[in-house]
């Protein structure tokens, strides 16, 4: 039953289901009151459907533009208004596909879409063309003047003939809105070489409803089309005449060529021979000579003053200032080497051993041997100076290339010389600026290099690295063969993790541990206070920093694993101390005639260093003071080195009834968040074992927390810091504050070894922790402690969360069995004992 209405607005309006054609994306049909054209095929089966639907009924579809290209359309991918259409043909193949004519002759505005019956059905509103009124009648007379004209100055322009039957029925159309819709169909047919309106100004016009709206929007459009046709056209008067201009520039040009040639006068003759003579002795190979030599020829042809001409010579200069066969005088002595990594570096024992092991095995071998190295430590190390003094002590020229947020290939490879401002890549840069083929390159940050659509550098990187195939690199630029297989490469990274896996395959990787607080006072003493005495123009005489004031920069004014912020330190007092020189010798000169009062040395102590460095800025540690319930300490490793968490856990009535949740905050990561579902599961299976037998766990919510909200944390070595958090929680038991903790769990409360001790003990030597619980199989880690740090703390390997639970959760048995006291040996592990770790 139809429900005819009219609506304020003086439109037909009748209310009807419909079963919907889903129209593809960019194609819209338009209610012509006519055949399509072309005609459409339904071949998707709830299409088919609903054209059968349609044919066993009144015949009436409604034609719905999808908003995406989706195969299998959803009730909400459609736009809001349609066109309704009879079916007058319909074909079915053989396949089941349905060939259709239709004639669309109403909008219909939809007010909702079901799927009945394996098709889409509409609710739709459909809403005919009104009469116009008498006294609009004037305004779309003027209307309709225009858009014929618009109509009209189109079809010149774009040379289209329409055939004589649509021309009558355009000019012949009695209702503006009908008009609008048959010009806007025209002007947005296909057509090659031809501007046309786009599918989405077609949506546009069957969304406008009234027609004084509709026929200023198409007026709109179709004028907007001229423009464009206009500015083409005068675009391309344009470039005729300037190709012309040019034709003729180098006709005249060539002619003025051929003159002084007959008159003995080459351009340019003398500076092109010049070029090939520098190619010949260059000692090129013979792809890249062959290839300087031909850019030669084309130079000698090319007018000088044109832009190529000018692309052609950088060319030329690049290739001649690469150095191909210009090596350094590298030289290898193991006793001077160790003797210059030792001035430049104090500590790092082992890293040291393994460097001097590179450069013997160099030595004998003549040539670069085995993996690139790949120093990995935190900011401050030294990792980058490290690479300076490799360089130093073989006699190689030094080249840095810093890769942090490098996300371009084109920066490692170069840019192809189509593009306008190419140039070589990095690699090859740094190359130029060595001079020699065979100095030390170190790539710096590579773990912080980034993907986008532009390419992945580290991807490029692989060829550079690669020993099998730098011998051939390929810049995009240059596009000829360049050897960097005589080339040292070093890499330096914060976090190993982040390296792509293939990349990491070509490095053997040399950890560079964060520093204990003897060495960094040492250090401070032995390189960082001389060199910036002599950088402050200061003397030993006029500055002194006691070991007092030394000890407490480190301690209350940088808490870092290099030693970056202690030389910024020391640098603020050589700062300040430079003023007060050269202020009390303005004074002294005033008062004294003579001014050979020799000043007073100054001297920095603990008591007054806060006059040169202000409050301190670590006073207290992060760790509580008090035992408490609910929170333990864990040991993590970040990117600058080792740190001390504290995780606090507390328990509450659930919100719903049997159903005891787990809530984590602090920003944390995927995987600890699976060690803390990890760590409850264990303590819901072994409940008796741990006095939590009479804990209801679905009658209780867990929230756990770490502080430090705004920092992401993640890793698996707080498993058992979340498990003995959460015990304590659930029991009301406190946990003590004097211990600190790190280890993976397993579903049986096992504990697994995790990685980074090293800077795990550090961090917690560096807050007066003095007991510490690490996983029994990284007890062969314990070797790499330094023996000032381990004389201060008690170590207890534990295999089991209930080893951790007794020692750390109070009341407790103050059992000393097992532990590793302050400055005792190190047990030893049997040789076939070697426990794969993972990383924290």
């Known amino acids: ?92 193949t053989p396949k089941g596909e349905i060939k259709i004519i239709v004639e669309a002759y109403a909008r219909a505005i939809v007010l909702d879409v079901t ?28 209307l309709t003047g225009r858009l014929l004209k618009a109509f009209e100055d189109y079809n010149a322009k774009t040379s289209r003939s329409p055939s004589h039957e649509d021309e009558s029925l355009i000019t012949n159309e009695a209702h503006p809105g009908q008009l609008a819709d ?79 040639k007959e008159l003995g006068r080459g351009v340019d003759g003398n500076d092109t021979e010049e070029l090939r003579e520098r190619i010949k002795e260059a000692k090129m190979t013979e792809e890249a000579e062959e290839k300087g030599l031909k850019e030669v020829d084309r130079l000698d042809q090319m007018p000088p003053m044109s832009a190529e001409s000018g692309v052609i010579r950088s060319y030329i200069d690049w290739l001649l200032s690469l150095p191909w066969d210009k090596a350094s005088e590298a030289k290898i002595e193991l006793r001077d080497a160790m003797k210059m990594l030792d001035e430049d570096h104090y500590g790092l024992k082992k890293v040291k051993e393994r460097i001097v092991e590179y450069l013997a095995v160099m030595k004998l071998v003549e040539r670069i041997h085995g993996p690139i190295l790949c120093f990995v430590g935190p900011p401050g190390v030294g990792k980058t100076s490290l690479g300076r003094s490799i360089a130093r002590a073989t ?93 040292m490469f070093i890499t330096t990274a914060n976090v190993l993790p982040a390296i792509p896996e293939p990349l990491r395959d070509r490095m053997e990787v040399i950890e560079l541990p964060g520093y204990t ?60 101390v430079a003023k007060l020189i050269v202020a009390e010798a303005d004074k002294t000169a005033a008062e004294k005639a003579d001014g050979d009062e020799q000043a007073k040395p100054i001297a920095v102590t603990a008591r007054n260093l806060e006059q040169y460095l202000g409050p301190p800025r670590f006073l207290q540690s992060k ?35 049997e159903e005891g949740r787990l809530t984590l905050t602090g920003q944390l990561g995927d995987v600890m968040r699976e060690s803390a579902t990890t760590a409850l599961s ?48 659930l029991s009301g038991r406190r946990v003590r504050t004097d211990i600190a903790m790190t280890g993976e769990i397993t579903l049986h409360g096992n504990v697994l070894p995790i990685g980074g001790l090293k800077e ?57 069995e097992g532990a590793i006291p302050p400055g005792a040996e190190l047990p030893s592990l049997p040789a076939a004992q070697t426990p794969p770790s993972s990383p924290g």
């Open 623 to 657: 760790t509580e003071k008090k035992d408490r319930v609910g929170v333990t300490h864990g040991l993590v490793y970040t990117q600058v080195g080792g740190d001390v968490i504290t995780i606090e856990a507390t328990k509450m009535p659930s919100t719903i009834a």
């Open 395 to 487: 006699g190689r020229e030094f080249v840095r290339m810093s890769l942090g947020g490098v996300r371009d290939e084109a920066e490692i490879r170069g840019h192809r010389r189509t593009y306008i401002g190419s140039i070589p890549g990095r690699v090859l840069q740094g190359m130029r600026d060595a001079g020699t083929k065979d100095p030390l390159f170190l790539l710096d940050e590579v773990d912080k290099m980034s993907m986008d659509f532009r390419g992945d550098p580290s991807s490029a990187l692989l060829e550079v690295l690669d020993p099998e195939q730098n011998n051939t690199f390929r810049d995009h630029y240059l596009d000829v063969a360049f050897d960097l297989s005589n080339v």
């Open 682 to 729: 264990y303590l819901r299976s072994a409940a008796q074992e741990h006095g939590l037998e009479d804990v209801d766990f679905q009658k209780w919510d867990i929230h756990i927390h770490v502080p430090e909200g705004a920092v992401p944390k993640d890793g698996p070595s707080a498993g058992i810091t979340l498990a003995t958090a959460m015990l304590s929680a």
């Open 760 to 816: 795990k003990l550090l961090a917690a030597h560096r807050l007066g922790i003095d007991e510490i619980l690490i996983p029994k199989d990284n007890q062969k880690d314990l070797v790499d402690i330094p023996a000032d740090v381990r004389k201060k703390m008690t170590i207890r390997p534990v295999e089991h969360v209930g080893e951790v639970i007794r020692r750390a959760v109070l009341p407790i048995e103050r059992d000393e």
């Open 182 to 260: 048959l010009v806007a169909f025209y002007c947005g047919q296909k057509e090659p070489n031809n501007l046309n309106l786009a599918y989405e100004q077609l949506q546009r016009v069957l969304h406008t409803l009234k027609a004084k709206d509709r026929i200023e929007m198409v007026i709109e459009m179709v004028g907007d089309l001229l423009e464009i046709i206009d500015i083409e056209e005068k675009l391309t008067a344009q470039v005729k005449k300037q190709v012309e201009k040019t034709q003729r520039e180098y006709y005249l040009t060539e002619k003025l060529k051929a003159i002084q």
């Open 1 to 92: 039953m139809r429900r005819k209405r009219r609506n304020p607005t003086g439109y037909l309006e009748t209310i009807r289901h419909l079963p919907i054609i889903a129209l593809k994306e960019e194609r819209v049909i338009l209610p012509l009151g006519m055949p399509s054209k072309p005609p459409l095929w339904a071949a998707r089966p709830r299409s088919i459907n609903a054209v059968r639907h349609a044919l066993a009924g009144e015949g009436d579809v409604l034609l719905l533009t999808q908003k995406t290209g989706n195969s299998q359309p959803g009730e909400g991918d459609f736009y809001e208004v349609g066109a309704v259409a009879s079916i007058l043909e319909n074909l079915e």
């Open 517 to 576: 607080e003897l060495e960094k006072m040492k250090i401070a003493k032995q390189f960082l206070l001389p060199r910036q005495l002599v950088a402050h123009g200061l003397s030993k005489e006029q500055l002194r920093l006691t070991d007092g004031a030394l000890h407490h920069i480190v301690e209350f004014y940088t808490r870092e694993a290099g030693v970056r912020n202690l030389e910024r330190e020391v640098t603020k007092i050589c700062r300040k």
């Open 115 to 142: 799927e009945e019956d394996e098709m889409f059905v509409a609710r739709v509103r459909i809403v005919e063309n009104a009469p116009i009124e008498a006294s609009d009648k004037d305004d779309m007379d003027a």
